[in-house]
């Protein structure tokens, strides 16, 4: 049996717990953590309103920037149209996949009119009296006369008292013209007021007109965003629908923000109680999640998964080989019912076994977590699989089943880990890399190359010369360290998931690091096996 290490320069050992002397390899498949406590956390978020139709005022001047104020105001009121019309759409189809759950001018003007009069104006019309005289008549003529003179005298006094009147209302219009022009004085300057008003805004209509022109673009902008953070809200709600949780509908920062509170409140009040995840990025993934929504306010709970264990527990995937009784024979030992998968705690006061069917229903992929409760066992109760993994020689000889197999060694490759192969009956092993190459004999022996190489050859045969494989191996620059067995001739990899391991094919590729470098081991027994690893 020999064992090869293809060895990566930032390799972690740690991630490869051997115990090759009893033909058992735990390799780390994960961080994994277990738990059906939940915390519920619960998040209101706001749903727009409805927007009724609206119009703006219009300017009725004939007018050349009364034109162009109408064209703006015609933009602004077709972008208030669209994003009410998205508004609307949104709000009818959040109501349609998410149902309520249950959980309430008048003005009046009159008119009046009044009528002045106009001023009548009477005059008269004076008569005179003709006649011929006689004595008679010319004393009826002197009673007549003097009649007329009386008359005289009085009219005479009538003019005079008229003449006062006249001069009275004379010096009364005359007050009132006065007042007249004092209004169209008043009046006039009014209106050079207007007009010197009227040039400013002319003058400054360029001014205004840029200003229109950076109200229609932040409008525009403005839309552009409303319409953005819509079409987000829709997302974030049907991927709610489906069970998902969106960033749309609850950003990464306020999650992120709600872990860190919800875990202060379990270190305060609920000593030994600890999230399983921290990563936001977790839920967005894997969330169980409810819903529901009262009006326009929608409640979204989230089921944080919690656990007594403040760190994870380390996954580790159990391989078991049978180990040679010599170097000649063809029979082996074997240690058999070993568990797929080992679990262990990070203080090493705790463990368990756990089968792959079980690990299929977690979620995670560096870490796994598991939404149901394991049961652990202390350190202090050994077992077969932690007395190997602890490496307790006497309690590995009374828990464990060894069983001797017929015939079970077979000239083979078994991948042990990403960098690691377990080479079965190989007595020579050629290295080919593009600048050296390297031949090492079936001995006891530690050989390294070093080679900056883009694929090398591993050329084996057996002691006899009849048995030959080749296999190469191909540097991958964008998975440094990284070594694996492929499904199909020059593309086959390994299973992990149920554990099982794939043999090399004749001319099958396998990928490793940037450096050439091979630890090599050759194993006459598992004695030999046990001092040299």
């Known amino acids: 049996m020999l064992l090869l290490n293809v060895l990566a320069v930032n390799a972690e050992k740690e991630k490869l717990v051997q115990r090759t002397n009893y033909g058992v390899t735990f390799v780390k498949e994960a961080d994994i953590v277990f738990g059906s406590e939940h915390w519920f956390h619960t998040f209101e978020i706001s749903i727009p309103h409805k927007i009724h139709k609206f119009s703006y005022p219009s300017c009725d001047i004939i007018h050349q920037n009364c034109f162009i104020l109408n064209q703006v105001i015609s933009h602004l009121s077709a972008l208030k149209t669209d994003v009410a019309s998205n508004v609307n759409s949104t709000v009818e189809i959040i109501h349609k996949l998410i149902p309520k759950a249950d959980f309430k001018m008048n003005t009046t003007s009159t008119q009046s009119r009044s009528k002045r009069g106009l001023f009548n104006f009477i005059g008269s019309i004076s008569r005179s009296l003709f ?34 009147l006249l001069s009275s209302f004379m010096s009364k219009t005359d007050e009132r013209f006065q007042n007249i022009v004092l209004g169209v004085q008043q009046n006039h300057d009014i209106m050079v007021n207007l007009t010197s008003e009227t040039s400013k805004f002319v003058a400054h209509f360029e001014e205004v007109s840029v200003k229109l022109s950076n109200l229609l673009i932040d409008q525009m902008n403005l839309s552009s965003s409303v319409n953005k953070y819509l079409e ?16 749309f509908l609850i950003s990464p920062n ?45 409640y979204v ?27 000649s024979s063809n029979h082996g030992t074997k240690i058999m019912d070993l568990p797929e998968y080992f679990v262990v705690t990070s203080n090493n006061q705790y463990y368990n076994h756990i089968s792959y ?72 092993l050629a290295f080919e890399c593009p600048n050296k ?42 998975h440094p360290g990284r070594a694996n067995f492929m499904k199909k001739p020059a593309d086959v990899k390994g299973n992990k998931k149920n554990g099982t391991k794939e043999t090399l094919k004749k001319n099958s590729d396998m990928k490793i690091s940037n450096k050439c470098f091979a630890f090599i081991i050759v194993i006459l027994s598992c004695i030999v096996l046990t001092n040299y690893i």
């Open 357 to 428: 069917s079980r690990i299929s229903s977690c979620t995670g992929k560096t870490t796994l977590f598991c939404s149901y409760s394991l049961p652990l066992v202390s350190t202090v109760s050994q077992s077969c699989i932690s007395s190997l993994y602890f490496n307790s020689k006497q309690d590995v000889n009374e828990h464990c089943d060894f069983r001797f197999l017929m015939n079970v060694i077979k000239a083979t490759v078994e991948e042990i880990y990403d960098n690691t192969l377990l080479v079965y009956k190989m007595n020579t």
């Open 301 to 327: 709970t989230l089921k944080f998964p919690i656990s007594t264990f403040s760190s994870p527990l380390a996954l580790y995937r159990v391989n078991s080989f049978p180990v040679p009784i010599n170097s």
């Open 131 to 164: 006649g011929t005289a006689t004595v008679k008549d010319v004393q009826k003529l002197a009673r007549h006369v003097n009649i007329l003179i009386n008359r005289n005298n009085k009219f005479a006094k009538a003019m005079t008292e008229h003449d006062q």
């Open 254 to 298: 306020i999650l992120k923000n709600t872990l860190k509170h919800v875990q202060l409140i379990l270190n305060e009040k609920f000593k030994g109680f600890y999230l399983l995840n921290t990563d936001p990025a977790y839920y967005y993934s894997s969330s169980q999640l409810l819903y529901a929504r009262n009006h326009s306010t929608l």
């Open 437 to 478: 190459h390297k031949i090492v004999k079936g001995s006891i022996r530690r050989t390294k190359i070093y080679d900056r190489f883009s694929e090398m050859q591993i050329k084996m045969e057996n002691g006899n010369g009849d048995f030959k494989e080749e296999y190469k191996l191909r540097n991958d620059y964008n």
């Open 232 to 247: 987000e809200l829709k997302i974030g709600i049907h991927e709610m629908v489906k069970g998902n949780l969106s960033p």
